[in-house]
């Protein structure tokens, strides 16, 4: 048994940098046809030349692989109207971040709020640049994605022309809300399809399974299951891989972060084939992206097989998500 998939596209990766970044972006760049690129590095990715700086580092790391990087800047409410029209030819989006809410997101905004933020929003919407948003309160974890959907739907109605892109949803509320607004999308990772918190603290803590936003309630992840297998237009695959050194993830201290992007597309197939919804994965990992985005990726064909793939140990110092586990598809061909 064979699956086509024509130009997989990864809406929300991390690549990191130095060292890191040489090992992770060649392993997305082989089977994915492109990447939505965050800019949450140390300092963050708030200027062009900056952007300019890391997308070259990007290429120099992925080598020939035809891989389009969709780069993004790092939100700072001072981004006025001449800045983004310049801007908007190099990126494909601007990504917001709480501040202190998640990795490297210090510098991120303090107060969300349509008034303080109204040039910039304002701005972004007319030149249609998308909003990427990083969406929790600094609440309860549980419930800080919870507690930021009014804050998406404020957003949402009074920027009606601006596109907003909810970032790793987790929560049956955010799915709920999805419905409600025209101009709200969202992408789903692979992690938060397959876990709930059970599997990430309900026996031994397994810290290559913790991530933030955290995994939440089986009902929150029937939510998003239900929307990723129908094929919904509004929402598309993001990965959010997030790799860490093992000595970062086994540790006191924890990092926060599912490195999934080599066994992506396997564990993808697995799962829709389990659900009988084969049809639908190449929607979820390319076609609605394309709509939402307005992008023409590079063409790439990805061929995956009906055989046992055995997931490494690592990849370099990073350990996978099914690390030493068997998943049944496997790619057998990129063209």
């Not at 190449?282 to 046992?308: C, G, H």
């Amino acid at each position: 048994m064979k699956l086509e998939l024509n130009s997989p596209l990864d809406m929300h990766l991390h690549l990191r940098d130095g060292d890191m970044l040489k090992v992770v972006a060649p392993l997305s760049a082989k089977s994915f046809s492109g990447a939505i690129i965050m800019p949450n590095l140390v300092p963050p990715i708030t200027d062009l030349d900056m952007l300019r700086s890391y997308k070259n580092r990007i290429k120099d790391a992925i080598g020939d692989e035809s891989f389009a990087l969709y780069m993004t800047l790092f939100f700072k409410d001072s981004y006025d109207y001449e800045f983004l029209k310049e801007a908007k030819e190099f990126i494909s989006g601007i990504k917001l971040y709480p501040a202190g809410i998640t990795t490297n997101s210090e510098r991120g905004v303090s107060k969300i709020d349509t008034n303080s933020l109204k040039m910039t929003l304002e701005a972004m919407s007319e030149l249609e640049i998308p909003l990427l948003i990083h969406g929790e309160s600094n609440g309860f974890v549980m419930d800080r994605e919870m507690e930021f959907v009014p804050i998406y739907e404020e957003l949402a109605e009074s920027f009606p022309k601006l596109t907003i892109i909810m970032e790793h949803i987790t929560t049956k509320e955010s799915a709920s809300a999805l419905k409600r607004h025209k101009n709200l999308f969202a992408t789903i990772t692979l992690h938060h399809l397959l876990i709930t918190l059970d599997d990430v603290a309900g026996g031994l803590l397994a810290p290559h399974l913790f991530c933030k936003p955290i995994a939440k309630r089986e009902e929150d992840r029937e939510a998003l299951l239900n929307l990723a297998l129908s094929g919904d237009e509004k929402v598309m695959f993001g990965s959010d891989s997030a790799p860490h050194p093992k000595s970062a993830k086994e540790s006191c201290g924890c990092a926060a972060g599912v490195f999934t992007a080599p066994i992506a597309l396997q564990a993808l197939a697995e799962l829709f084939e389990k659900h009988s919804k084969l049809e639908n994965l190449q929607k979820f990992v390319s076609d609605n992206a394309q709509n939402i985005y307005k992008i023409s990726p590079p063409k790439k064909r990805v061929i995956l097989e009906k055989k046992p793939f055995l997931v490494p140990d690592s990849y370099g110092e990073v350990v996978p998500m099914f690390a030493k586990s068997e998943l049944s598809w496997q790619i057998s061909s990129i063209s």
